[in-house]
Structures are given as structure tokens and as C-alpha cells.
């Protein structure tokens, strides 16, 4: 890749497939700079559970899109797309190597497409009563007001399907995204593809290593520090969990293997999306390692 390029990586692949080292040995060589774009690791005092690289880690590369929101506030696609537009145009700016790393597909999706979306402003009485139905109350209502959304939502979400019918609520339907402008040309679209059993075992040995560093404790903290049980579960996976473990609702051993569980579903409802987007017209390079990846960069 030649030093002037004006393409930006983009690293995806499943949950604890190496994305963050990857992308910080790529800023290493090219001189870059990494964007998060991971829904979770915007917020502050969400570091473990999250998967945030360390301070030691962060300053081998400089990171953007990291412990910017608040997690008792929303912070929502339609900020991500701001900030993350603004930190890449000043990144190339700088006559840097933009990277974007992270595993929120949806985030990434819009970047890449250059989507917009409705200004609809948030309504917390709305927010308030659709928050006391279930996951399948939700999409039932979803499905009801605006099947063609319901169809492409992550209904394991409910801060996307609340925020979807807080938008039908004003506009009577989710406006379509129109015709993705993928433009290939500007990315190079790496996607880690290990085995499913690696994977699976890569999750397990993480897990096992995040509750020594204290992720039971992390989500305790946060909850003294006013970050509500039901915004914590609203996270999902590690927090959720760990918070219905916190109120009692679960046992210890129920909760770590529900959670193992749903990690696992999650790394591969990932891959899932990422042959989507591949079908759809993106151009991506399914990649093994550091080495395969440099191979594809240097001929890009």
C-alpha cells in the first residue's frame, strides 16, 4: 500500500478472533490510527466486559471512539456516525492510515454505506413504557407497525427495536436506507475467518480470564455508580447477565453457562452478517492472521 493511499482498513470478523491486535500490528506498521467502532466500548467504566484494549495497548496506536459517552446516556448509531466521520477525515488529514476495528456490524454497515438517519429526538415517556415489555413483545409490535424493519433488525436488541418504534411513533415507519453506496474502492474490507471450534474455545478461555480480572465487580461498580440493573441488561451478554446474576435472578453456574451460550450465538449471528454484507456486494477478504492480511494491504 503506498504511503499516500487515500483506502482505509476495515478489520471485522466474530467476537475473539484477534481484531484488536490486528488492527494495532497494522497502525504499528503503516502508521495509522484505529477507530472503535464497538457499541459498547464507547462508554466509560465498561472495560472489561467489553473487551477494551488496556491503556498499555492503546499506546502502541492511537485509538479514537473510546470512553467518550457516559453509560447512564444513550449513545446511539447516529453519533457514532459523527464522530467516527469526523475522526477519519482528521486522520487523513494527518497523512495517517485510518483503521476501523470493532465488532457492531450495524455501525460499521452504515459507515461504509454512508447511511443517514432521521433526526428523531428521543422520547424518554415513550422509552419508559416500551422498556417494561419483553424482547418478544417488542418485535411482535415491530412486526405489527413496520414489517420491512422487523425483518432486518437485530431482535435480540432492544435498544434498536426501542429506538425503532420511537421512530415509527413519529414518521409512521423506519425510513429505507435507498440504494447502499458501498464504494469498494475506498476500503479494504478484512474479515477474520478462524474455525468455529477455535472460536468457540478462544470465547471460553476469554471468559474464564475476564472474571479474574474482576467483570463481576466491573458491573457491580457501575451499578453504585448509577448505571440502573435495567440499562446493564440492555447492554446484553456480560452485562446482562452479570446483572441478573447481581439481583439474584440467576445463580453463579447458571450465569456463566447462559452467558457462554449467547457469546457463542453472538460470535456466530457475526459471521452470519458478514456473508450477508459479502452477498450484498462487499468486497471482503476473508483472512487467517497478521501475515495474510498484509498480503492483501500490500496489493491493495
Do not use: C
Not at 464522530?83 to 476501523?100: C, S, T
Not at 459507515?111 to 417494561?132: A, D, H, T, W, Y
Not at 456480560?238 to 451460550?261: D, P, S
Request: charged residues 30%.
Amino acid at each position: 500500500m503506498e504511503k499516500n493511499s487515500p483506502k482505509t482498513i476495515v478489520i471485522l470478523g466474530p467476537t475473539a478472533s484477534g481484531k484488536s491486535d490486528l488492527a494495532i500490528s497494522l497502525a504499528q506498521k503503516y502508521d495509522g490510527e484505529i477507530i472503535s467502532a464497538d457499541s459498547r466500548q464507547v462508554y466509560r467504566g465498561m472495560d472489561i466486559g467489553s473487551g477494551k484494549v488496556t491503556k498499555a495497548e492503546q499506546a502502541l496506536a492511537p485509538h479514537h471512539l473510546l470512553d467518550i459517552a457516559d453509560p447512564k446516556e444513550d449513545y446511539n448509531v447516529t453519533h457514532f456516525l459523527r464522530d467516527a466521520k469526523k475522526a477519519h477525515q482528521e486522520i487523513l488529514e494527518r497523512g495517517k492510515l485510518p483503521i476501523i476495528a470493532g465488532g457492531t456490524g450495524f455501525w460499521v454497515q452504515t459507515f461504509i454505506e454512508n447511511q443517514s438517519f432521521p433526526g428523531v429526538k428521543p422520547n424518554p415517556e415513550l422509552r419508559e413504557r416500551l422498556g417494561k415489555k419483553s424482547l418478544e413483545e417488542l418485535s411482535a409490535e415491530l412486526s405489527a407497525k413496520d414489517p420491512v424493519r422487523a425483518k432486518t433488525i437485530d431482535k435480540k436488541n432492544p435498544l434498536r427495536l426501542i429506538r425503532a418504534l420511537e421512530i415509527i411513533e413519529v414518521l409512521g415507519k423506519v425510513p429505507e436506507a435507498g440504494t447502499p453506496k458501498i464504494r469498494n474502492e475506498r476500503y479494504v474490507i478484512l474479515a477474520l475467518d478462524p474455525e468455529r471450534r477455535t472460536v468457540l474455545e478462544n470465547i471460553r478461555l476469554r471468559l474464564k480470564k475476564r472474571f479474574r480480572e474482576g467483570l463481576v465487580q466491573e458491573v457491580e461498580r457501575l451499578n453504585k455508580e448509577g448505571v440502573s440493573w435495567k440499562r446493564l441488561e440492555s447492554f446484553g451478554l456480560e452485562y446482562k447477565y452479570i446483572a441478573l446474576f447481581l439481583q439474584k435472578k440467576l445463580k453463579r453456574a447458571e450465569m456463566e453457562t447462559l452467558l457462554l451460550q449467547e457469546i457463542s450465538r453472538y460470535a456466530k449471528r457475526q459471521m452470519t452478517w458478514l456473508r450477508r454484507m459479502e452477498a450484498a456486494g462487499w468486497d471482503i477478504h476473508w483472512i487467517k492472521n497478521t501475515e495474510s492480511a498484509l498480503e492483501i494491504i500490500e496489493k491493495a
